[in-house]
T-cell receptor, first 117, second 112 residues
């Protein structure tokens, strides 16, 4: 149980384009989803927290207009990197937790490696 | 600002060895400490520790929390090559968001 699917696993795009990443909870209802960014050999840095049906809460220094987060249902959250630039190239991982699961445990997707040319 | 520090940053051991990974934290309104294993992509959950002194065990892995010293360790006995991974420690607080603050991880390599 507690499976989180993230898609796509890899995306390469041109500078200036927008990229959408999906995060789905497959066997539980995810009332809260989290989006992280991970640079090589560094830890996970939280970008934003999204609760189903409400606006995402962004961490300090994360541009909300740049990284659009939508959590329209209990099983799906999306992260859209708008007008991507090479410095946005990174590994993006989502996680989810839900009321049916042990509190505070987040279950992670497999991540999306974004390369902006 | 909440902080989690892990040591060592990396470790190379021989199969069969026992390893101890360290995690210290400074978190306002601390609630729990979690350990994850990250191989290639998604971190997979190992343990969640909330109370001091109670060891959690799963096969060859065990972990314990010391809330007085703000410290946790993860032990792996009789290591196998499949244990090679980055081990992440994260702390959460009592806030409603219960965000995880991650350490930089310990990269463990188990050789034959």
């Amino acid at each position: 149980g507690a499976v989180v699917s993230q898609h796509p696993s890899r995306v390469i795009c041109k500078s200036g384009t927008s990229v959408k990443i999906e995060c789905r909870s497959l066997d539980f209802q995810a009332t809260t989803m989290f989006w992280y960014r991970q640079f090589p050999k560094q830890s996970l840095m939280l970008m934003a927290t999204s609760n189903e049906g409400s606006k995402a809460t962004y961490e300090q220094g994360v541009e909300k207009d740049k990284f659009l987060i939508n959590h329209a249902s209990l099983t799906l959250s999306t992260l859209t990197v708008t007008s991507a630039h090479p410095e946005d190239s990174s590994f993006y991982i989502c996680s989810a937790r839900g009321p049916a699961l042990a509190k505070n445990i987040q279950y992670f997707g497999a991540g999306t490696r974004l390369s902006v040319l | 600002e909440d902080k989690v520090v892990q040591s060592p940053l990396s470790l190379v051991v021989h199969e069969g060895d026992t390893v101890t990974l360290n995690c210290s934290y400074e978190v306002t309104n601390f609630r729990s400490l979690l350990w994850y294993k990250q191989e290639k992509k998604a971190p997979t959950f190992l343990f969640m520790l909330t109370s001091s002194g109670i060891e959690k065990k799963s096969g060859r892995l065990s972990s314990i929390l010391d809330k007085k010293e703000l410290f946790s360790i993860l032990n792996i006995t009789a290591t196998q090559t499949g244990d090679s991974a980055v081990y992440l420690c994260a702390a959460t607080n009592t806030g409603t968001a219960s965000k995880l603050t991650f350490g930089t991880g310990t990269r463990l390599q188990v050789t034959l």
